[in-house]
């Protein structure tokens, strides 16, 4: 049975600072890595996707990684900024697309 | 284009009262998935529609929750006489699932649930 953990479940910068979310998976056969952000209130957005041939995706100031020998993905945020403020979710993918979730990082970038 | 919508946004009812959320994915999706996010849980997968296959329904916790996607398209989840653990976010989500590719799913807003 898949169980995805994030650590840290919360983590405060100052603004400008390089940060690293990381998220572990126990069953190495996932099909893909989604990360997600998540605003109070409000439903999740796809941050990145990576297939499970794939070891990273780029997009703008995030970068996601993902190890599957090691059951390891993560998500690099560089110069950080207040508007990244966020619960930070990943989820592995099965081959019918079922996503199994971690349980977030609550991030709070502070001016 | 348009997301995906989810309706209503908010729904309080008396224990024991059914309910029913709806999803309307984004056009030409063909798979729709179910989610619940409570505070204990965390986000749950509950239902998974994939053009006319039988659904999965291996995340339904119990027989008083069940779901229909009507031509492929918009999507019920009923809840038979709730309980105050029903209580959560439910969110739905839909993907365009092309052929031997895993993709991105795209969330909506959710329906909040409070059963009293």
């Known amino acids: 049975k898949q169980e995805v953990t994030q650590i840290p479940a919360a983590l405060s910068v100052p603004e400008g600072e390089n940060l690293v979310l990381n998220c572990s998976f126990t069953?190495?056969?996932?099909?893909?890595l989604q990360w997600f952000r998540q605003d109070p209130g409000k439903g999740l957005t796809s941050l990145l996707l990576?297939?499970?041939?794939?070891r990273e995706q780029t997009s703008g100031r995030l970068n996601a990684s993902l190890d599957k020998s090691s059951g390891r993905s993560t998500l690099y945020i560089a110069a950080s900024q207040p508007g990244d403020s966020a619960t930070y979710l990943c989820?592995?993918?099965?081959?019918?697309?079922?996503?199994?979730f971690g349980q977030g990082t609550e991030l709070s970038v502070k001016p | 284009g348009a997301g995906v919508s989810q309706s209503p946004s908010n729904k309080v009812t008396e224990k024991g009262k059914d309910v029913e959320l709806r999803c309307d994915p984004i056009?030409?999706?063909?798979?729709l998935y179910w989610y619940r996010q409570s505070l204990g849980q965390g986000l749950e997968f509950l239902i998974y529609?994939?053009?006319?296959?039988?659904?999965?329904k291996s995340g339904l916790p119990s027989d008083r929750f069940s779901a229909e996607r009507t031509g492929g398209s918009v999507s019920t989840l009923t809840i038979q006489r709730t309980q105050q653990e029903d209580s959560a976010v439910y969110l739905c989500?839909?993907?365009?699932?092309?052929?031997?590719?895993?993709?991105?799913?795209?969330f909506g807003p959710g329906t909040r649930l409070t059963v009293l």
């Open positions: 989500a839909s993907s365009p699932r092309l052929a031997g590719i895993t993709d991105t799913q795209y």
């Open positions: 069953d190495s056969a996932i099909y893909n």
């Open positions: 990576i297939q499970s041939s794939q």
């Open positions: 989820a592995g993918g099965n081959q019918g697309g079922k996503l199994i």
């Open positions: 056009s030409g999706h063909t798979a």
């Open positions: 529609f994939q053009g006319n296959s039988a659904p999965d």
